[in-house]
């Protein structure tokens, strides 16, 4: 179990991290005209990324009220995440949304079991919470 959590923090942290930025950061400054959907998401996945980490730190060490803090920072963004628009695939937005729909429910369901001081079930919710960080990205990100 516990390979398992490492795993899954180093493959949903440790990739995000060595992600190309060079092709997003180029369209945006070389276009000229800056879309501000695109820029949104673009400044909100940083924000993801630290949350995410912090929150599965404080799960570890059972510290409910520091997860509640992270969870919901993420909680959140997800109205401007609806709103987003990625740089790859942007016809698809249907699909977009309903990731960003599955995002919801998978984050609503860990603040609700953080605040129910439920610190295992609220791990799984996170994990589905990553899990769906990871289809949006295999799907939106270059
Ligand atoms: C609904 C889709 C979607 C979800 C859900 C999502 N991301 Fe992203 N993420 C993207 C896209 C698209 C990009 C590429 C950014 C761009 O095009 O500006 C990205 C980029 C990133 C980057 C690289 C920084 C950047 O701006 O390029 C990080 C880090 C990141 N995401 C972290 C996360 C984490 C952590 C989660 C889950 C807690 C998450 N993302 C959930 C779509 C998503």
Do not use: Y
């Amino acid at each position: 179990m516990k390979i398992l959590v490492v795993i899954a923090v180093v493959l949903s942290t440790g990739l995000f991290f060595i992600t190309p930025k060079a092709s997003a950061h180029g369209k945006v400054s070389s276009g000229g005209t800056v879309d501000a959907q695109m820029k949104k998401l673009h400044a909100m996945m940083p924000m993801f990324s630290i949350a995410s980490a912090e929150l599965e730190t404080a799960l570890e060490k059972g510290d409910s009220a520091a997860a509640l803090v992270q969870a919901e920072k993420i909680k959140a963004a997800v109205p401007d995440l609806k709103k987003s628009k990625p740089h790859k695939n942007v016809k698809q937005r249907k699909k977009f949304v309903d990731i960003a729909i599955s995002f919801d429910e998978a984050i609503t369901s860990t603040v609700n079991l953080i605040k129910k001081d439920d610190i295992a079930g609220a791990k799984t919710a996170f994990k589905k919470v990553e899990e769906v960080c990871a289809t949006c990205h295999a799907k939106f990100r270059d």
